[in-house]
Each structure stands twice: as C-alpha cells, then as structure tokens.
C-alpha cells in the first residue's frame, strides 16, 4: 500500500473517535492507552491473504445459558466483507457458541468457513491450529472472546469462571506466526495483554480477576465490539479504494439488525448486559447501533470525516 493521505488519516481518526469511545464501562484509560490501535488493526488487515477470526462469549446467567451478540455478528459481517472482496476467511468458536456463528454467517450470505471445536475433544485445538498453519493464514483476528486472566481461566466481567462454557482458544490465536490483531470492550478479551500491566486492575471493576494477559500485535479497545468490527470494516474501506464499492454492502444499519435479529432468532443469541433474548447488542438497541453503523459509512466514503 502506497503512504497514507492527511484525508485518510483524518477518516481513521474519526473513526476511531466514534468506535472506541467508553459506554459506561469505566474503560476510557484502556482506549486513550491504545490511540491509534485502529488505524494500525486496519493497516495490517489490508494486506492479508487469508484470515482467520475467533468469537463467542457464552453468557451463563440464571436460567439464561446463551451465547451473546456482541462477537458473532460483528465478527461474521467483517468476515463476509473480506471473503466478498477476494480474501478467504474462516471463524473459529466453540461448540456452546457455534449455533450463533452459522446464523449469523448464513445471514450474511457469503461463503465463511465456520470451525467448530468441541467441548472436552482433546487436542482439538491443536489440530485446528494445524490446519490453520497448513491453510497459511496472514492474520487472525479475535473479536469479543474471553481469554485467559492471571490465574490462567476466562473471567466474564463480574469475575466469574467460564471455562466450563469457554475453551481456551487464546492457544489458537497464538498457534501460528500470522499477524494478530484482537477486539474487545472490557479488558477481559484476548489481546488486552497488549495494554500497560496493571491498567485494567486500576479502571475496570473487578479488573485485577479479569484482565487477560493475552497480547497481540494490533489491538482495538472499542465501546462495543462489534463496533470495532464495523471500524475496521470502515478503515478497510478508506485504506482500500478498490475495496470500498464491496464493503459499503455489509457496512449498513440494515444488515447489522438483520444479522443480529437472526442470532437471536435462529440461535437464542442474548444481549450480554441484560441477558434478554432480544435483537440487542450490551443494552442498546438498533435506534443506537443504526445510526453508528451508517455514521460510520458516511466517513469511510469521505462524507462526514471533518
């Protein structure tokens, strides 16, 4: 890719100050300690060859037991992008999650390998890692998935264990030399090893027990992360022209609800703020992602980043 414009910059910027933004998660240290994360997650990105992506938090609340939104729409819409504009991807996620995935691929309607792992098959990661090699993927990336804390298990924001629901797929996203890049919105996903130690401990409730020691070469702290998705899809956009007639076909209100809505429909996906079985993303609904996602369109085509 040739230099960087002053205007594209200018679009990255805006982009970023619109995803990674704190939504009351007492995360706004994390993101300001990562300035400029997206910019460098979608400067990578454009120049894969063949991605790989890993998702799926399972929310084990009460009687609610589900997978949540946040992840799997984002992370299939950035996925069907790439594969529309000629770059293969394949998602990885575990057996609790997987239903939640393939909705959401078959929603998008494009050709997305979807690798599930089974709960309790050993060496299955391993073996996928394997394939993953053989495949030679460029870049994996991590979207909304709980990775290791200090003491080695996945920890949802209030502290709990949910190693029972959740493989530990950092060991994938590790398994190659591929670029890494990561999403997350709390400080408990993979890639938020990235962050100076200590930060998460010292912002986020309950930060010390969740913090994820997992670090990767490009990372995005977003308000929610499937916005991060839809930032990078963005940034794809104004670093790739000849991408960007592509992307503007997944980048859109229309089809963030229509994925989210079939989740929850086809796959009993829950809001993982509220654990309602809703077409909610972390408590907001389409009146707030909508506008966000066209918002977004408008500055990756240049109309909106001043």
Known sequence: MSPRTSEQD????????????????????????????????????????????????????????????????????????????????????????VEAVRAAVRATAEDVTVDEIVLGEEGAIEELAKVWRQEKLSHVVAIERCGRSADGKPRNMRGVDVSPWTLPLDALFEGGDWAKLAVGDGGNEIGMGKLPPGLIAEHVPNGAEIACVTSCDHLVVAGVSNWGAYGLMAALAVLRPDWRPTIAKF??????????????????????????????????????????VDRLGRIAWGEGAH
């Open 10 to 97: 200018r679009r990255l910027e805006a982009i970023e100050a619109l995803v990674c933004r704190d939504v009351g998660r007492k995360t706004q240290a994390l993101i300001d300690a990562n300035r400029g994360g997206l910019a460098d997650a979608a400067a990578a990105l454009a120049t894969a060859s063949r991605v790989g992506l890993i998702t799926g938090f399972f929310v084990p609340r009460g009687d609610v037991a589900a997978p949540e939104t946040d992840g799997p729409v984002g992370t299939a819409l950035l996925a069907a992008a790439l594969v529309a504009c000629g770059v293969p991807a394949r998602i990885a996620v575990d057996t609790p999650s």
């Open 251 to 292: 980048l859109t209100a229309e089809r963030d609800f229509f994925v989210t809505d079939s989740i929850v429909k086809e796959a009993g996906a829950v809001d993982g703020v509220t654990a309602q079985r809703v077409a909610t993303v972390d408590g907001f609904g389409p009146e707030i992602h909508g506008p966000l």
